[in-house]
């Protein structure tokens, strides 16, 4: 049985420990982002948050560029966030208090390429070829493609029995937190889109630019 610091948490396990932190809970991971001063001040940042990695044998990834450091916590052995993320994301706060740094305050949105495929297994190779990128497991058991350089966002194959030729064939999932779904599809369709349908809210909208190219507004429960 799993103790209370390697059990999984959802979002809305998590929201109220960081209801004044500089991190959200999507997709199974805390995601924090600063400003700072210049360059060396981020870098700073990132040697300090190191040295408590170290301490507490957690460590984040890290996007370090000018005056801006970006963390993502997760616990790989338990397959998403748990205390020990939580714990590291309020040391890291502190860390950028003390630095001087600020939090990022633009709503977090995460992004994946999806390809409608008759035959996901026949065309996959191609799409690692071309984008070079590496064949990782799903979250429902099936294969996905990531970028090894962690720039780039996942692709995944999308099923289908009967091609549909009417519709384009790869569309993105944009993800950000629940709370800030409905705000993000209102702001898309008062920008010109339509919704084709929200059967699968709050999970997922589903909406298309005006010449019928689609994407979805995605939440997660992880």
């Given at each position: 049985?799993?103790?209370?610091?390697?059990?999984?948490?959802?979002?809305?396990?998590?929201?109220?420990?960081?209801?004044?932190?500089?991190?959200?809970?999507?997709?199974?991971?805390?995601?924090?982002?600063?400003?700072?001063?210049?360059f060396?001040?981020?870098?700073?940042?990132?040697?300090?948050?190191?040295?408590?990695?170290?301490?507490?044998?957690?460590?984040p990834?890290?996007h370090?560029?000018?005056?801006?450091v970006?963390?993502?916590?997760?616990?790989?052995?338990?397959?998403?966030?748990?205390?020990?993320?939580?714990?590291l994301?309020?040391?890291?706060?502190a860390?950028?208090?003390?630095?001087?740094?600020?939090?990022?305050?633009a709503?977090?949105s995460?992004?994946?390429?999806?390809?409608?495929?008759?035959?996901?297994?026949?065309?996959?190779?191609?799409w690692?070829?071309?984008?070079?990128?590496?064949?990782?497991?799903?979250?429902d058991?099936?294969v996905?493609?990531?970028?090894?350089?962690r720039?780039?966002?996942?692709?995944?194959?999308?099923?289908?029995?009967?091609?549909?030729?009417?519709?384009?064939?790869?569309?993105?999932?944009?993800?950000?937190?629940?709370?800030?779904?409905?705000?993000?599809?209102a702001?898309?369709?008062?920008?010109?889109?339509?919704?084709?349908?929200?059967?699968?809210?709050p999970?997922?909208?589903?909406?298309?630019?005006?010449?019928?190219?689609?994407?979805?507004?995605?939440?997660?429960?992880?």
């Amino acid at each position: 049985m799993q103790n209370d610091s390697t059990a999984t948490l959802l979002p809305e396990q998590t929201a109220e420990r960081l209801r004044e932190s500089a991190f959200t809970h999507l997709q199974r991971a805390l995601r924090g982002s600063y400003r700072t001063r210049d360059f060396a001040s981020a870098a700073r940042l990132v040697a300090t948050v190191a040295e408590i990695a170290d301490e507490l044998d957690h460590h984040p990834e890290v996007h370090l560029g000018w005056g801006r450091v970006a963390f993502e916590l997760t616990s790989h052995d338990a397959g998403g966030v748990t205390d020990r993320d939580l714990g590291l994301a309020a040391r890291i706060d502190a860390a950028a208090a003390d630095a001087g740094a600020t939090p990022v305050e633009a709503v977090l949105s995460l992004y994946e390429l999806a390809i409608d495929a008759g035959d996901a297994d026949a065309i996959r190779p191609f799409w690692r070829a071309v984008l070079d990128y590496e064949e990782v497991p799903s979250s429902d058991g099936g294969v996905e493609l990531a970028d090894p350089r962690r720039l780039g966002p996942r692709v995944w194959f999308q099923g289908m029995d009967v091609a549909r030729t009417e519709r384009n064939r790869l569309h993105m999932d944009v993800y950000v937190p629940a709370e800030h779904a409905e705000e993000r599809l209102a702001a898309t369709l008062e920008a010109g889109g339509t919704l084709v349908t929200d059967e699968f809210a709050p999970d997922w909208w589903v909406v298309a630019d005006a010449e019928g190219n689609e994407a979805c507004i995605c939440t997660s429960s992880r």
